[in-house]
């Protein structure tokens, strides 16, 4: 006698009926007993079971019928053999279009060519990578090792020379000077006038006296020789200085590398945002050697007297492992010296702060 066994196969989530011998249990009287019957199933699995295929007998036992797979279980579908379909077997569908745009059906967009970047400007701190000081400060040191040395004495001679190149004047000047700020000078002539300077804060006295007069001759005094002594580093500044370009220029017979740089606006309390009508500002040009980064010129153009004023950059040594010019010397359109300012002597020194104070 045959029977339908059914086994849920739960790993493919529907159930098996197969047909099995369900052998006859003999009696106590040895005579046949019939098997009792199977326990009884829902509807409409048994009607599933025991339906005949199409094209065969009636017979249950002669020709079972197998229930169809299904092509989807929970979220995992299967191919025609039974397989799950992974994910990088589904065929690819094509990205939607874009709000408002309509694209025929088939077809696969375009893409639309990557957009480039606008260029950052120029970094004016100098050593990051790209910027234009690096070569400079690489042949020079850093910024950060001439702010490492300190306070300096530097004795200054100023020989100033007429229109044939005669000299016409000379005299020294003391300036000692904190490296590690960018305003903290003290310049001593011999005559016995004292300038000095910390911040916006500026003084001039004449043999130990206070003399409010010479107020504004000090401060161009020790904006010029405070410039001079931290030159090229200053420029790193970048709250002080900010690079426009950096371009070639042919200098004579040779061709020289060119930063352009303007000095920043002081910041101001009562401002916000761009200025309507901003006043001119001093520009600075450096020239240096394309190949090493020598500095080799130095360019001032002044905002206020539309002046424009070029030094050469000359005898350059070390002071402490910072190269320094001792030697700058301007010159007229005619490449005729005007004014040279040499370093005589440099000492380290340890001021305080009141030294470039009025006591």
């Not at 039974?82 to 569908?93: F, K, Y």
């Not at 006043?279 to 007297?305: C, I, K, M, T």
């Not at 424009?308 to 190269?323: I, N, P, S």
Request: aromatic share 8%.
């Amino acid at each position: 006698m045959h029977r339908l066994l059914v086994v849920p196969l739960l790993a493919f989530g529907f159930l098996v009926v197969a047909p099995c011998q369900v052998p006859k249990a003999p009696s106590a009287r040895g005579k046949p007993v019939a098997a009792r019957p199977a326990a009884t199933k829902p509807a409409a699995e048994k009607s599933a079971a025991t339906a005949p295929a199409a094209g065969s007998t009636a017979d249950p036992a002669a020709n079972p019928a197998v229930p169809e797979r299904p092509a989807r279980v929970g979220s995992v579908q299967f191919d025609g053999g039974g397989w799950p379909i992974v994910a990088e077997d589904r065929p690819a569908t094509p990205p939607l279009a874009p709000a408002g745009e309509t694209r025929a059906p088939g077809t696969t967009p375009t893409p639309a060519p990557p957009v480039e970047a606008a260029p950052l400007p120029a970094i004016a701190s100098g050593m990051q990578l790209g910027s234009p000081l690096l070569d400079v400060f690489q042949a020079t040191r850093s910024p950060a090792a001439f702010e490492a040395l300190g306070g300096l004495v530097v004795w200054w001679r100023l020989t100033i020379y007429g229109n044939q190149g005669e000299v016409i004047g000379v005299r020294e000047v003391t300036h000692t000077a904190d490296c590690a700020f960018a305003t903290r000078d003290r310049l001593e002539h011999a005559d016995g006038r004292v300038y000095g300077r910390s911040g916006a804060s500026v003084f001039a006295e004449r043999q130990g006296m206070p003399w409010p007069t010479l107020a504004d001759s000090a401060a161009s005094e020790l904006a010029l020789f405070g410039l001079q002594l931290r030159l090229p580093w200053c420029f790193g500044d970048g709250a002080s200085f900010t690079v426009l370009r950096r371009d070639t220029q042919q200098v004579g017979s040779q061709t020289l590398a060119r930063i352009v740089l303007e000095r920043r606006p002081p910041a101001a309390l009562d401002i916000v945002g761009p200025e309507v009508d901003p006043a001119p500002r001093d520009r600075f040009e450096l020239l240096y050697e394309p190949s090493g980064g020598q500095p080799r010129q130095f360019v001032h153009r002044f905002a206020n007297s539309l002046q424009t004023r070029r030094v050469l950059l000359e005898d350059w040594q070390d002071v402490e492992g910072v190269r320094m010019p001792y030697r700058r010397v301007y010159v007229d359109e005619q490449q005729r010296p005007t004014t040279m300012f040499e370093i005589l002597r440099i000492e380290k020194a340890h001021p305080s702060e009141r030294d470039f104070r009025l006591h």
